[in-house]
């Protein structure tokens, strides 16, 4: 499966988008990009994920790029508790293939 | 409410016993994971289970051991043989080993003194 490149951190005012970047230079044409994201010392929970086409949700929004080499992912009106950890993840097929890497620490300030 | 348990929450033990950590689901889910996290670190897959009766070693297999003897439970055993077995430990299931979506239960941090 493709690896992925994350930002180690970023920050984000509390109101305003967040853009969490990921690049996944490797991906395949079958492989999906999914989106996670951890709470300090709680379980990852699913947050989107898409093939091809730009995908929303009630939570976030995922663009990815035309040649499918990174995507982003949005937050549109962060809040405090978008405070997180947040994982870009490449795969397909198994989860018992995929791989999680060191995501994104996400702040969101006042 | 359908979800994901594990018990306990937090778990001490001294060095050179084994330990078993508890995980189990409500959600007719047929696949099963056992994941390890370090502190400033990615989760990382120790066991998975597609079926009852049937496991899969992962990425860090080495020093534990499973059984999916019933579809709702996935316990997790931490040997002796664990060089560093401190950490949290993270269960998570999917509705069938290619679903989109994993669940995620609250982890047990382990520490081995």
């Known amino acids: 499966d493709a690896k992925t490149t994350q930002p180690p951190s970023m920050d984000c005012a509390e109101g305003r988008a967040a853009n969490l970047p990921c690049n996944h230079s490797t991906i395949s044409g079958n492989e999906y990009v999914y989106w996670y994201r951890q709470i300090h010392s709680q379980g990852p929970q699913y947050i989107i994920h898409?093939?091809?086409n730009n995908e929303t949700n009630e939570m976030a929004s995922l663009i990815i790029t035309e040649d499918r080499k990174s995507s982003t992912l949005i937050l549109p009106h962060a809040t405090l508790r978008d405070t997180a950890v947040y994982y870009c993840?490449?795969?397909?097929?198994?989860?018992?293939?995929?791989?999680f890497g060191a995501g994104t620490q996400v702040v969101v300030t006042p | 409410d359908g979800g994901i348990t594990q018990s306990p929450k937090y778990l001490f033990r001294k060095e050179g016993q084994n330990v078993t950590l508890s995980c189990e689901q409500n959600l007719n889910h047929d696949a099963m994971y056992w994941y390890r996290q370090d502190p400033g670190q990615g989760l990382r897959l120790i066991y998975y289970?597609?079926?009852?009766?049937?496991?899969q070693k992962g990425d860090i297999a080495e020093g534990y051991s499973v059984s999916r003897e019933k579809k709702e439970s996935f316990p997790l055993t931490v040997t002796s043989a664990q060089k560093n077995p401190t950490a949290f430990y993270l269960c998570?299931?999917?509705?069938?080993?290619?679903?989109?979506?994993?669940?995620f239960g609250p982890g047990t941090r382990l520490t081995v003194t």
């Open positions: 898409g093939l091809k």
């Open positions: 998570a299931s999917s509705q069938t080993e290619i679903s989109y979506e994993q669940y």
């Open positions: 289970s597609q079926i009852v009766n049937d496991f």
């Open positions: 993840i490449v795969g397909v097929g198994s989860w018992g293939k995929f791989q």
